[in-house]
């Protein structure tokens, strides 16, 4: 058990690490390319930070072992609500100014709804999984078009300044973006293989190891960005990326894994992480989209959310335990 356990911490650091570069690379190409400072925050960091997740999920598709794929996915929901947004307002409040995200959170409900639609039968197939890219494919669309349309928005303001603040030359950009997916790959290969073994050797579940150690490891890029970006008062750009990674969760991750192999849904999946999942994106809604125009998470709400993420966790190791 020793190499895998180092397998799955090794996996862990390097993926995170290289996840971290790439999504670097990616903006600041993006950057030198013209591309607006609001549509990079809202596409390339969205889908670098959640890059991680669809890696190892479609790896995980690709050997057979659709619990982790989708415990990886919809754990990294969990965590990204629960534990990241509730650090994070525990740390500096978050406040909603950017009407593109308020637009997007009745979208990430609706599209919470339709994952919850899909897996009740049991089981993503493969026209589940083209359905899911479809409706990725015309959000991307939608949101292309809405950044183009908004002149000034409070996430753009935002990821301009952190952009500037975050310049490199196209050539460092380049690299990091080609050397921080290369990694990427390598690193996932090993996390699953480590998490596989771990799993088998402590007699549980890949879909437990998915929802905990993988889908807490997956989503520590987001973690980090969205309590750096909080700490700085960008707090649209901290609820960007939850936001973001979320949809790319649900629609890519799941998406690209059913494409790969249909995934057979536990009906653990159904009566507890699923309805978790939903709820938690409900109160995302509600508190994101706020009254008066301004949504707002308080660190009482954020310790309230933190607390969720503990109960949920410690549920799950209960379940381990269990004779």
Excluded at 186 to 195: E, F, K, T, Y
């Amino acid at each position: 058990m020793t190499l895998p356990f180092f397998a799955l911490a090794f996996g862990l650091a390097l993926l995170v690490w290289s996840a971290d570069r790439f999504v670097e690379g990616s903006a600041a190409t993006a950057r030198h390319f013209g591309m607006p400072p609001l549509l990079i925050g809202m596409v390339i960091v969205g889908f670098g930070t959640s890059a991680p997740e669809m890696v190892v999920s479609a790896l995980a598709a690709v050997q057979g072992n659709p619990g982790l794929a989708l415990g990886n996915a919809y754990g990294s929901n969990i965590a990204n609500i629960a534990l990241i947004l509730g650090i994070t307002a525990l740390i500096s409040p978050i406040a909603v100014h950017s009407q593109v995200l308020r637009k997007e959170l009745p979208i990430l409900a609706a599209i919470t709804g339709l994952a919850v639609w899909q897996v009740w039968d049991g089981g993503i197939g493969r026209t589940d999984a083209l359905i899911l890219l479809t409706v990725f494919a015309g959000l991307m669309g939608w949101t292309i078009r809405q950044g183009l349309k908004a002149k000034a928005d409070a996430l753009g303001g935002e990821m301009e300044q952190e952009l500037k603040a975050q310049s490199m030359p196209i050539r460092s950009a380049l690299m990091w973006l080609v050397l921080g997916l290369i990694l990427l790959i390598a690193s996932s290969r090993v996390l699953v293989w480590g998490a596989v073994e771990v799993a088998r050797g402590l007699g549980v579940s890949d879909l437990i190891i998915g929802l905990t150690i993988v889908a807490l490891g997956t989503s520590l890029p987001e973690l980090a960005s969205s309590v750096i970006a909080a700490r700085k008062g960008e707090h649209d750009i901290a609820l960007g990326n939850i936001i973001g990674s979320n949809l790319f969760n649900t629609l890519v991750v799941v998406g690209i894994a059913g494409m790969i192999a249909p995934l057979e849904v536990a009906p653990e999946v159904l009566g507890r992480d699923l309805p978790v999942m939903a709820a938690l994106t409900g109160g995302l809604f509600v508190l994101g989209y706020g009254t008066k125009g301004l949504g707002r998470i308080n660190r009482l709400e954020g310790a309230l959310l933190l607390t969720v993420y503990v109960g949920y966790t410690a549920f799950l190791a209960a379940s381990v335990l269990a004779p």
